[in-house]
Structure formats: structure tokens, C-alpha cells
């Protein structure tokens, strides 16, 4: 029997599986944030519930309210 040819052949597999899985979680993590996790105006982040209900929002409820009043 000869394992070694296998052995560099699950290697290779493995690898490229894991290539594969890291293009999935990239691709999905760009997926989940269409808009910003920080805030443009602040440090802060925007709080996920408000990344949810508003997937598009770039500030954090305060800086939004703060911009709103702003242009008013
Ligand atoms: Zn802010």
C-alpha cells in the first residue's frame, strides 16, 4: 500500500477547503453589513438591533438625530 501519495492528496484538499470556507465567511461578512458597524461621526459603534432595523444606517442614533436637527 502506499499512503504517501494520499497523505499530500488530503493535504492539498484540506487546504483548499479551507480556502474555500474563509471566501464564504468573507463573503457573508460583507453580506451582513451593507452599511458601517461604526459610526461616520464618532467612535462609537452603531448598535447591531439599529444595523438590523436599518441595514443602510451609517451613525449611531445619536449622531443621526444630531444630523436630522442639523439639516432642519
Ligand atoms: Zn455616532
Not at 453580506?31 to 461604526?38: A, D, N, S
Request: net charge positive; hydrophobic share 35%.
Amino acid at each position: 500500500m502506499n499512503f504517501g501519495g494520499n497523505a499530500a492528496l488530503d493535504l492539498a484538499a484540506e487546504r483548499a477547503e479551507q480556502e474555500r470556507e474563509a471566501g464564504i465567511a468573507a463573503a457573508s461578512r460583507s453580506l451582513r453589513t451593507p452599511g458601517t458597524i461604526e459610526c461616520e461621526d464618532c467612535p462609537n459603534d452603531i448598535p447591531r438591533e439599529r444595523r438590523i432595523a436599518l441595514p443602510s444606517a451609517t451613525r449611531c442614533i445619536v449622531c443621526q438625530t444630531k444630523f436630522e436637527k442639523a439639516r432642519r
